[in-house]
């Protein structure tokens, strides 16, 4: 049976078992490693609202793709000066890294923060 729909036409999700939260934030992090930021803001929209798990973990993997982002431009933008080669080889590095790390802590069920990301989402 289904809910009803909310004041703003909104139909609420259930919120997912733990294991389905490990296995979404896994996934998370690992399709950031290949697909960059697009699966952790899919991911986040989509799952934000399913449980608190897999909430934090998204939220973390976006961040962190964010932050990347804007490591990339500034490392696009210093190519010029040599400088920028060594920043965009630093964070495809530290993007492999720490989305490896960010699944396997998922995997135990551990809340992992990213070290170097910027909370832009809350």
């Known amino acids: 049976m289904t809910q009803p729909p909310t ?3 909104y139909v609420p999700q259930p919120t997912m078992s733990p294991a389905d939260e490990r296995m979404w934030s896994i996934l998370t992090h ?3 490693i290949f697909f960059y930021w697009l699966a952790p803001l899919i991911a986040y929209l989509v799952l934000k609202d399913r449980g608190p798990f897999v909430r ?3 939220r ?3 961040n962190f793709h964010i932050t990347l982002v804007i490591t990339y431009a500034a490392g696009f933008v210093l190519v010029f000066v040599v400088v920028g080669y060594f920043i965009v080889i630093a964070a495809g590095i530290v993007q492999i890294i720490f989305g490896i790390l960010a699944a396997v802590a998922a995997s135990r069920g551990e809340y992992y923060r990213i070290p170097l990301a910027i909370e832009f989402v809350k």
Do not use: D, F
């Open 30 to 32: 690992v399709g950031s």
């Open 60 to 62: 973390q993997a976006l």
């Open 56 to 58: 934090w973990h998204t």
């Open 7 to 9: 004041a703003q036409g």
